[in-house]
């Protein structure tokens, strides 16, 4: 037999698929046929059919890869110091054997459970002792105690455990027809029990009945605690000790559905099994449903659907009956019994069943909590769901459904294709496993923004390679089911877009565009035109974008169903208008996007988050400051709604409505919302996770509430974080920031040294003429007056406005800046006696701050400027003018940088010295 | 199911089942998935689905959208594959 050649196969694959497709009575003839055209061929087809006839009759990897390693325990063999009585039990994961000590010291029964586990490597028999040395330290009422851990002599692990003679807590219960309270008092001792495995960082992750058992004496006991994984980050890293090779069909009853997913396992694990448990002991039932289902139907169950409440599944059994007999062995009907399970036990399981770790209840302790309170009559935490989170729920199903459905069975797959590695490639097919589940998971969120903050922007590899292998396992799903490979291409494609890749993102998203041309679903036709659009816009394809938009929306019809998919749309288009710089459509799109979700069935949460953002920075970007705010509150008013003011998405909201209060002159309101950023940023990651442009941008605002050191510390720890990220742009901002900060403090040389600094790194990465060299010049001007050197001054100054009306007039930005330049330039005029000058300028930038301000609204930019324009006119002797001036100058000032700030004060001084002579 | 570190069991419905494959034998198979992966990835999928994790063809059917006897066409072509793999590396 020559050595298989890879290229031959390839050769021969179409014949093969044929005949492979051709009834066996039909093949004789079809290959008679191809024998006639080319006779090699049709021999070596020959061959392999004959082949492929005795691989069927041997059953070639018909059977499943089970290992054979079954326990040859006999009774009476001896393990360690134990002899086996008698076999108790058999399941997937190994044998149970009733014994007791051979030697005799104890009167003591124990159970033995061998796990058909081989032990990886030479220091597995050890490490496993060691840990399971760890686990019998668990001492506890409600555990069964783990007496000893051991290899027997056929190298088998096994674990020597307390023998609990006992029932599974559910059939225990059903036996004496407990009714409920009496059931919530024996699962508050379950409760106990994990608690306390949870306070030695051991998690269960298999509570199930029949790891929960009672005695005759009504005592609880759990078992199993042995194969908890240990919380400790060395254990953890530990690469796995125990290879599983038992194969056969899961049925994850009581996992959870990170369990499934591949998602973190911890004490919320337990939970959410416990929450299975609860509703199991109170109903009867699976909280997935009722009856045999396949594995694919439970996990889908799982992962994806919420459980109806435990109240209506009373009643939801088909048939009558068995309604009547759970409730008979609960000491009710049907009816007490959903009425007692109405409200606030409905609202216990549905938190401790929350597909989200992060929703559950935060700790079992705080579970135990709660049913105590519930037996108490007390009102318990845990929260209904509101209409809205309901609400938000089900346009995420609608929306996702179908994506969903696909995905979760790919993570599935994915997951237990990372089950059986250790029988293939291990690494490799683990880590393929998990990142598979990382996407089911992000696609879980609707939301592009939740999507960034599910997989951390800190890491963009681990985000890359996601998306890498995402697309990869659509390419090798075919075109199978077009419509979910578009809705997941589209998913690729804005994560590909958020991390910057514009390149991988078009690729996909063109993908997904061509596979929708084949559909006839109007939405998904729509979503894969309007998703395509934004990354042409970055890459200046205006024209082509925009029509994608409009044809996007011709698609869908003017009814309500579509209206998600509308919003959608809307929402793309408002991004392609604002990278055409057509700032007022892209608004004009948000906002026809919030009033028709507002006014549908759909209206949610995170999407209206999204618009409120998308909204904020739209009026941001428009230098529409005095919009901007409202709306960035908004935002995050609706962030605490869902519970996610502590994400980077929050971390991100913060800065820039701080930043925006920045540029509005209102210093003192933007310092603790900069602080709530730096708060949330550090609470998320660690000190190091703090954006170095969120530093600068505070550091500028204590510089402008006079806190000049604390300033200075923060803008020296943004510019070493800066250099150290190689973040040029925060760089360039920290120099400036720098030079400000410096500058105030008196000390010239530094600042200008930092001006120095900053003008190449600025030359290199700007056109030349953009409103930033307008700043440089400004703050060089500023620097001059200070230094008494006027007409240095007033050259640059002049300089400034010259570069910014340049800018401005060919269409860039610093239209914000130019005002300011005015009043920068009144300042150097005063001293060198042209006041008239200084007076002019002062007016010209009142003139242009003023339409931008309401009226109430308080700046300090406008502050200084009354006062600047004040003392203009006080030295040309127009008192009266001047007093008025420093009247509001003094009431902006006061308001924006607080009683105490120099400027505020010298302003109040102003305007009494300035009343002065209007007094009788 | 694996979830890296320590060991973990789930609950398990093992019909024992009739034919069971040796480790040996298992090892070549792996390998020679491996290479089929990168001839024919669909065909791999297919049987780290069926022989590994023990899905039915409905259930593989079902999951990735194609007909039951598409599935079961594949596999018949993958399991010729790794026989033949299997046998020509056995025989080198």
Redesign the interface.
Known sequence: ????D?DW??SI?PY??EA??IPLEERGGWLSSLREKNPDLAHHIET?LE??QV??SE??????????LTSPAVAGDTVDAYRLIAEIGR???GSVWLAERSDGRFERQVAIKF?N?ALAGRGGAARFKR?GTILGKLSHLHIAELVDAGVSAWRQPYLVLEYVDGAHIDQYCDEHTLEVQARLRIFLDVLAAVAHAHANLIVH??I?P?NVLVGKDGQVKLL?FG????LQPE????????T?E??????????APE??T?GA?TTATDVYALGVLLYVLLTGRHPVGEGPC???ELVKGIVEVEPPRASTAIGESSAGQLSEVRALKRSTTPTKLGRLLRDDLDTLLAKALKKDPGERYISVVAFADDVQRYLGRETISARPDTLAYRASKFVRRNRIAVALG?LA??AV?A???????????ARRE?DFA?RQLLRAEAINDLNFFLLSDASPSGKPFTVNDLLTRAEHILE???S??NL?RVDLLISIGREYLSEDQDGKARAVLEKAYASSRSLTDQSARARASCALAPVLARAGELVRAESLIQEGLAELPEIPDFIPDRVFCLLFGSQVARTGVNTREGIARDQAAQKILTSSPFDNDVLQLRIAMDLAESYRENGQFGEAVPAFQQAAAHLSLLGRDETETAGTLFNNWALTLDLLGRPIDAEPIYRRAIEISRANQSDEGVSPMLLINYAGTLRQINRLDKAAKYAEQGHTKAQQAGYQVAINQSLLSLARIYRDQGDFARAKAMLAQVEPRLRKALPPGHYAFAALASDRATIALKEGDYNRALQFANQALAIDEAAIKSGGLGKGLYPLLFDRRSKIELPMGRAPEAEADATRALGLLQPNTQPGEFSSIIGQVHVDLGLAQQAQGKLTEAAAEFRSGAEHLQKTLGADHPEARRAVQLSQTQALPQQP | ???????????????????????RE?LQ??EA???LE?????LA?I???K??????FA?IA?????SERTVQ?KW??A???????I???L??
């Open positions: 037999m020559p050595r298989f890879p196969w390839r694959t093969l698929d492979l497709g392999l082949e492929h691989l069927a059953g070639f990897l018909e059977g499943q890869p089970t290992a054979p399941g997937g994961m796990l586990f840990e992750r298999d199930k029949s199993d194969i908890a994984k240990l254990v953890q890293a530990a690469s796995p000790t125990l599983r038992a194969g056969g069909a899961l049925t994850p009853e009581y996992a369990q499934l591949g396992i396949s594995a694919a696909s069975s790919v797959i997951g237990s294709v990372g089950t059986l590695v250790q029988a293939r490639t683990r998990r090798r799903q075919g199978t089911n979910n | 199911m694996k979830r890296g570190g320590q060991f973990e069991i789930s609950a398990m419905v093992t019909d024992v089942a009739d034919h069971l494959v040796d480790e298992l198979v792996s998935l491996d290479s990168k001839i024919e990835a669909s999928e049987v780290d689905l022989f590994f994790c023990g899905f039915s259930e079902a999951m990735q959208g194609v066409r018949e072509k399991r010729l594959y790794l026989h033949r793999t046998r020509a590396d025989s080198s």
